[in-house]
């Protein structure tokens, strides 16, 4: 294949990407505490540092997934007893679901065990290359949820 330099500058743009996550999944998976994924850990951070009940589909939308995929999540959420799902109160034929605090206890304890790791590769980098990423990285973010 005949790449132009534009083309080939973000074809390894793109790679770097999916290999720096999948190494980061990789590393995080292994510190999480037992029977937790990265999926279960994600919601419970993203519902502790919002301190709101949000309902399936909205997470669903938050985390890019489908509402299958999310409920799968919820399910087994709910089953260790990290979140709340209840009726929602103004529209029965929603769900609105809350942090537990053994969810939130979790939580705590899953981001006491990935910390280290964050912050070493933080102080490894340098904070100014962090900073510098950061606004490429939410663009590029911000350019691909225009497109979904």
Not at 3 to 25: D, G, K, M, Y
Not at 110 to 139: H, N, W, Y
Request: aromatic share 6%.
């Amino acid at each position: 294949m005949n790449e132009n330099p534009a083309q080939s500058l973000a074809v390894t743009f793109f790679s770097e990407i999916l290999t720096a996550e999948q190494l980061i999944r990789s590393r995080l998976s292994r510190v999480l505490p037992k029977g937790m994924e990265i999926s279960h850990f994600s919601v419970l951070n993203h519902l502790a540092r919002s301190g709101e009940e949000r309902t399936p589909a909205q997470l669903a939308k938050s985390f890019h997934v489908t509402r299958g995929a999310m409920t799968n999540t919820l399910n087994k959420l709910e089953w260790a007893g990290y979140i709340h799902v209840r009726p929602d109160w103004d529209d029965a034929r929603r769900k609105q679901v809350a942090i537990s605090p053994a969810g939130q206890r979790a939580c705590e304890a899953a981001l006491s065990a990935i910390m280290p790791i964050i912050t070493q590769v933080l102080e490894d980098l340098g904070e100014d290359k962090f900073k510098a990423t950061l606004p490429v990285l939410r663009d590029l973010r911000i350019k691909l949820e225009g497109e979904t």
